[in-house]
Structures are given as structure tokens and as C-alpha cells.
């Protein structure tokens, strides 16, 4: 499923993004190496203003590039789980219905990450920037993220989206089994066709 409504005009991705990542950094890294990351992106005015609509995904992958660039992979990859871990606490407080939570909850787990998924799906625009997210059912369920911001125009040796295994991470673990582990096993990054999320449970 494309992620981008309306293709006349630039991609964009929920405020979460921009958001969470400042926080997981400020906690983490402390003010001035936070503040160091967001002028090297350009986005240094969001410290103080943060976004409150949807942003532009290309100041996402800058951030991530940024983060990358000044604090090196590990110290990014522990950030940009956080980030996406809070992004998934934001998203079960203010954006998932608290009925469809109860019910998801009552459903056998692979019943609840199918119904999931299709909820997920018909949102993926929010969250994926011009990337194309689809899931392939089983266990493990596999997400994927062709064109994904967070690896678009990076190369390295490991998974770089942490991100979006730290959000499908909590949202799965609160909705469908708290055993659920979710961790990138093919990252665009690293030369594969998209990236891919295993998500299992037992």
C-alpha cells in the first residue's frame, strides 16, 4: 500500500517522526548534542516549536542522517528505538480507539495482528513518507517497507530502522501478546530490496 495520499505533492510523515526522536535524544544524549543533531539537519527550530502536523519526510531522513552522522550507529539505533517506542505510547494514548484496544486484546494473537495490520495499513501513509507498506501473515507476521525513509540513501552493515521496530515493537506488545519481539531482519540499508520486520510471539 503506497503511503502518500495525494503523489502531486511531497511526502509526508506524522509529527511523532520529529517529536519522540528529540525526546529519546534529550534524554539520552543530553541538550547540546540533541540541539547539534537538529542544526545539522536543519530542524533546529523544532526544539523550541515542535511540529504539530504532518512534516515533510524529507527533514526525517535528515534526521536520522544527522543522528547517524554525530553519534554513530549504536547510540543511534538505541535513540531511534526509544523514539519509536514512544512514538507507540503516543499512538495507543491519543490515536487507537480504547474499544478496538479491548477488543484486539480479547482476540486469539494471530486474529488481533491480522486486524491490526489491516488498521495499520489503511494509516500507512502517516507513518511510511512515500515508502509502500505491506505484511505477509504467519509467524513470524513480516512487515514491510519498500522506499523506507529511515534507510533511504544510507548504507552500512546492520539494520538502520530501529525506529519502526521500536513502534511496532510496544504497539503489537500492548495489543496482540506481550511476548511479541520485533526486530528488522533485511534493511535497504544493507543492499536488500526493502526493509523487513519479523514480528514473533510464542
Known sequence: MSSHPDPSGPARIGPNSIIRM????????????????????GLEAYLTTPPDSMVLESEVIRLHQAVRATIGLDA???????????????????RIPKPAQIALKLMPPALAARALVKAISQHAWTFAGSGQFSA????????????????????????????YAGTFQRIFSELVSPKILAREVA????????????????
Open 22 to 41: 528529540a525526546e529519546a535524544l534529550r534524554e539520552q544524549q543530553g541538550e547540546a548534542i540533541t540541539t547539534a543533531i537538529f542544526a545539522a539537519a
Open 187 to 202: 534493511c535497504a540499508a544493507m543492499g536488500a530490496p526493502a526493509c523487513v520486520f519479523e514480528l514473533s510471539w510464542k
Open 136 to 163: 505477509e501473515f504467519g509467524h513470524p507476521l513480516r512487515l514491510t517497507i519498500a522506499n523506507c525513509p529511515t534507510a533511504r540513501d544510507a548504507h552500512a552493515d546492520r539494520p538502520l530502522c530501529d525506529f
Open 76 to 94: 543511534a539505533a538505541r535513540a531511534s528505538r526509544d523514539a519509536g517506542r514512544r512514538t507507540g505510547e503516543y499512538l495507543l494514548a491519543h
